[in-house]
C-alpha cells in the first residue's frame, strides 16, 4: 500500500483528495492544525501546527511516498492586509517541509498546491502555463514564490516536486468565495448584488476533478520542477453563473452588480489544459451539475430544505 501524505488534510481541497487517495487504495496520512474529530473519516490523522520538527519523526515512521501540499492561506483580501502572515504560511512553510523532505525522505513526490493568481490579468486567453507572471496580490506573489522554491529543490537537491495552478475551485464544503457568496447572500436576504460589472469570468473546477487530477500527478508526472494549469478549461461569466445558481437555488430574483472592481482580482481566466491533458486528465463534473450539488448542499446547510 502507497503512503500520501497531505498537509492541510482537513480544508476544502485536503479533504477531497484525501477522499479520492483512499478510494485509489492508498494509505493517507494527514496533518492540520484542527480537533481530530474534525479530519476526514479514514484518515491517519496527526495535529500539528506546521512547521514544527516533529514532521521529521512523522516523515521517518511513515515514509510517504507522495506529499501533497494543501495547507496555508487562500484568501487575496487577507493577504492584502496581512502580508507578512500570508508569506509565512506560504514561501516559507513550502521552503521548510521541502527541506525536511530533503533530510528526510529524499525520494517522496512534493505536489504544491499553487492558484491561477500568478497570472494576475492575463494578456491572452487561454493561458498557457508559459504566459507571463503578472500578480496583482500578495497572495498571488507568495504562490509564485513558493514555485520558485519548488523549482529550487528539485534543480539543486533533485527532490521530485511539481506544481499545480488551480483555478477557481469549487464544490459542496467551501464556505467561501464566489460560489457560496452567491448562495449564502440570496439564501438569507432574497436578494444578490455582487461586486463588479459581471463581465469578469473565471474557469471553474470541481474539487473532485482537483482531487482526481492530483491522483494523477502523483503517480504520472515526471515532478522535475514542472508546473499544471488544472481547470476545467472553460471561461464562465461571473453573471452567468449567479444565473444558474439562483435557478438551481429555485429563486427568481436578478443578479445585481455595483460595477466596483474587488482589490487583486483579476478580470477574466480561462485556462489552457493542454499539458495536464496530456497525462490522461479529462474534467468529469459539469459545470452544471457541480452548481446544482452545491445549491442542494447549500439550500440544506441553511436549513432551506
Known amino acids: 500500500m502507497k ?3 497531505i498537509t492541510g488534510v482537513a480544508g476544502f481541497l485536503g479533504r477531497y483528495a484525501a477522499r479520492e487517495f483512499l478510494g485509489d ?67 516559507a512553510l513550502t521552503f521548510e517541509l521541502l527541506d525536511t523532505l530533503r533530510r528526510h525522505a529524499p525520494h517522496c513526490r512534493f505536489i504544491l498546491l499553487s492558484s491561477a493568481a500568478v497570472y ?17 496580490s500578495p497572495y498571488g506573489w507568495h504562490k509564485r514564490q513558493s514555485e520558485l522554491v519548488v523549482e529550487e529543490f528539485t534543480r539543486i537537491y533533485a527532490q521530485p516536486a511539481l506544481a499545480v495552478r488551480i483555478f477557481s475551485a469549487y464544490g459542496p464544503g467551501l464556505r467561501r468565495q464566489v460560489v457560496w457568496d452567491i448562495c449564502e447572500r440570496t439564501l438569507a436576504t432574497g436578494r444578490l448584488t455582487l461586486r463588479g460589472t459581471g463581465e469578469e469570468s473565471r474557469d471553474f473546477i470541481h474539487g473532485a476533478d482537483v482531487a482526481r487530477a492530483l491522483a494523477l500527478l ?18 464562465t461569466t461571473i ?19 455595483d ?10 481566466w480561462r ?5 495536464l491533458s496530456g497525462l490522461g486528465y479529462v474534467p468529469a463534473t459539469t459545470l ?13 446547510e441553511m436549513g432551506k430544505r
Not at 515526471?222 to 508546473?227: F, K, L, M, S, T
Not at 460595477?259 to 477574466?268: E, F, I, K, S, V
Not at 485556462?271 to 499539458?275: F, K, N, Q, V, W
Open 239 to 257: 453573471r452567468e453563473l449567479a444565473t444558474s445558481l439562483l435557478f438551481h437555488l429555485g429563486s427568481t430574483c436578478q443578479p445585481e452588480f
Open 218 to 235: 502523483a503517480v504520472h508526472a515526471p515532478a522535475d520542477g514542472e508546473i499544471y494549469n488544472l481547470a476545467a478549461g472553460r471561461e
Open 271 to 275: 485556462a489552457d489544459i493542454t499539458r
Open 3 to 5: 503512503t500520501v501524505l
Open 120 to 136: 494576475g490579468n492575463p494578456v491572452t486567453l487561454p493561458i498557457l502555463e508559459t504566459h507571463a507572471t503578472l500578480p496583482l
Open 25 to 91: 487504495g492508498w494509505r493517507v496520512v494527514g496533518i492540520d492544525d484542527v480537533p481530530p474529530e474534525n479530519a476526514p473519516r479514514g484518515v491517519e490523522f496527526q495535529r500539528m501546527h506546521l512547521p514544527t520538527s516533529e514532521l521529521a519523526t512523522l516523515l521517518s515512521n511513515t515514509t510517504p511516498e507522495v506529499c501533497i501540499h494543501a495547507a496555508g492561506r487562500a484568501s487575496v483580501a487577507f493577504s492584502l492586509s496581512e502580508p507578512a502572515a500570508d508569506f509565512r504560511d506560504g514561501v
Open 259 to 268: 460595477g466596483h472592481a474587488t482589490p487583486g482580482d483579476p478580470r477574466n
Open 288 to 300: 452544471e451539475e457541480g452548481l446544482r450539488s452545491v445549491a442542494l448542499w447549500c439550500l440544506a
